[in-house]
């Protein structure tokens, strides 16, 4: 019987900073569409602000991961974690329906995921 797969810190880390750090960064890119009157200088630099604490999340996510996940694995995480981000925020936030069509190309992009995650082990 195979040994369990260990499960440490630089194999957590990546996940819950890029969370944390998808949330920031969805924030930073969505959150004055519902400002549209406020002048895009401020949108801009409150959006600098915001994206700053997500870039103190994501150096280290990426640093710490990249002694257990390559470069590609992490990108790939990202990327599937922003889409979830993305996707409640659209819904809760800026109340737009997520479609058949959302949910069909984002599980293709999952199925992608899938098959970089697939050689591991």
């Known amino acids: ?57 994501a150096v280290p996510a990426n640093r710490i991961g990249h002694s257990v996940y390559s470069a590609a694995e992490l990108k790939t995480m990202q990327e599937v974690i922003t889409l ?10 800026l109340g737009e329906p997520l479609t058949w069509r959302h949910a069909f190309g984002f599980a293709l992009i999952a199925a992608g995921a899938g098959l970089i995650f697939s050689g591991r082990g």
Not at 84 to 93: D, I, M, R, T
């Open 1 to 57: 019987m195979p040994a369990a797969p260990s499960v440490s810190w630089p194999h957590v880390a990546p996940l819950v900073l890029l969370v944390a750090s998808n949330v920031f960064m969805t924030l930073a890119w969505y959150w004055h569409l519902k400002f549209k009157s406020a002048p895009i200088l401020v949108v801009i630099l409150v959006s600098w602000g915001i994206a700053f604490i997500e870039y103190c999340l």
């Open 84 to 93: 979830c981000v993305f996707a409640g925020f659209s819904v809760l936030y």
